[in-house]
């Protein structure tokens, strides 16, 4: 179910897992797909004729791609007692950075070590909070689309590496609305580089007055961006060019002090 009703509903037989029944044939399929692999991680589940009925509950739109895939692998994995990071490579693929989003209730900094997760949680409660807004691009981007598009068009280096490590603890650190902005400002310049795709401040926003930084998989999903006006007025400012929703830091983030 998501804000305003249920958006997906599929009736499986166990222990085979043929659909019975779907309202997507599509995302059936996957979900599907992604119960057959716990099944290899953990040949114990679902083996019971026993039938269950399985709920699940977003707070959010799920074409906003703020982490509704994770964050089914995540809690499936729970409830099947296995690796979600193992899960994750069988299913949709990616770093883990997003499954490391999902399990954690903190902000935190990741990275693969030989090829395993290292999750470090950060505190991130900055004092120019009010100067930040997250906007929806209106355009939603599958992980799948997003990891392929990463693997086939991104080339870096161990500088491009260092300095990503370098910036993001300088971003962690400053107490400077201004440190800050030059920082997002050189992160996007990295990765468009990397990426080999254009900036969504030069694509959407070349007439605004502050900085934006892409999240999630370039092109779609969320953008974070930094002004010095008002809430309402960069709230009116972004729905009249059509961007919403648009939330401020302290809407969107919660802080476990």
Known sequence: MKPG??????????????????????????????????????????????????????????????GSSSTLIANIARWADVNPYELLKTTFGGSGYDIACATSRSPVVYQLVDSKPKVEKVFFDPVFKENLF????????????????????????????????????????TNSLEEFETYLREHERIMS???????????????????????GAWGGDFVLLTSRFEEKDVKKYLTKKGFAPV???SEAVFVEN
């Open 5 to 66: 009703g249920i958006w997906f509903q599929v009736k499986f037989s166990i222990p085979g897992l043929k659909i019975i029944q779907s309202t997507d044939d599509t995302l059936a399929k996957k979900l599907r797909q992604i119960l057959l692999e716990v099944k290899k991680l953990n040949p114990a589940y679902l083996k019971s004729e026993q039938g269950f009925d399985i709920e699940t509950l977003l707070e959010f739109d799920p074409e906003h791609g703020l």
């Open 134 to 173: 997250f906007v929806y691009l209106g355009n939603k981007k599958r992980s799948t689309e997003g990891i392929n598009s990463f693997q086939s068009k991104s080339s870096f280096s161990e500088s491009d590496i260092e300095n990503i490590n370098r910036l993001t603890d300088q971003i962690l650190s």
């Open 247 to 249: 939330y401020t830091f």
């Open 193 to 215: 580089g990397i990426l080999n795709l254009p900036t969504a401040l030069s694509l959407h926003f070349p007439d605004i007055d502050g900085v934006v930084k892409s999240l």
